[in-house]
């Protein structure tokens, strides 16, 4: 399994930006389908965005426009840029791993990062 630490996070005005980043190793990152979670107080864990290996991206219906998932292979990174929040956008984010025929629930988590949008 590849390890997951997430970070970025932290506590920003609605409207504002940040870039979360999620970095791996322990396994060759490139082989590996990458997505953002997030999980608000007394909700359900929401898909954000993923990535494929070759650079495709998928985006939830809340976030399209606003946010943008990138990877940088040689640096064993994964990128969420957050643009444009909304109060609603706070929740902790979880970065996950996992291979191609896998569920996310077989990949591997990171811990979380928190955002926090402020009014």
């Known amino acids: 399994q590849v390890q997951l630490v997430e970070s970025g996070g932290g506590l920003v005005q609605a409207g504002g930006s940040l870039r979360l980043s999620c970095a791996a190793s322990g396994r060759t990152f490139g082989d590996y389908i990458m997505a953002w979670f997030r999980q608000a107080p007394g909700k359900e864990r929401e898909f954000v965005a993923r990535?494929?290996?070759?650079?495709?991206?998928a985006y939830g219906d809340s976030v399209k426009g606003r946010f943008t998932i990138s990877r940088d292979n040689a640096k064993n990174t994964l990128y969420l840029q957050v643009n444009s929040l909304k109060l609603e956008d706070t929740a902790v984010y979880y970065c996950?791993?996992?291979?191609?025929?896998?569920?996310?629930?077989?990949?591997?988590w990171g811990q979380g990062t928190q955002v926090t949008v402020s009014s």
């Open positions: 996950a791993a996992t291979q191609s025929g896998r569920s996310w629930s077989d990949g591997s």
């Open positions: 990535i494929t290996r070759g650079g495709g991206t």
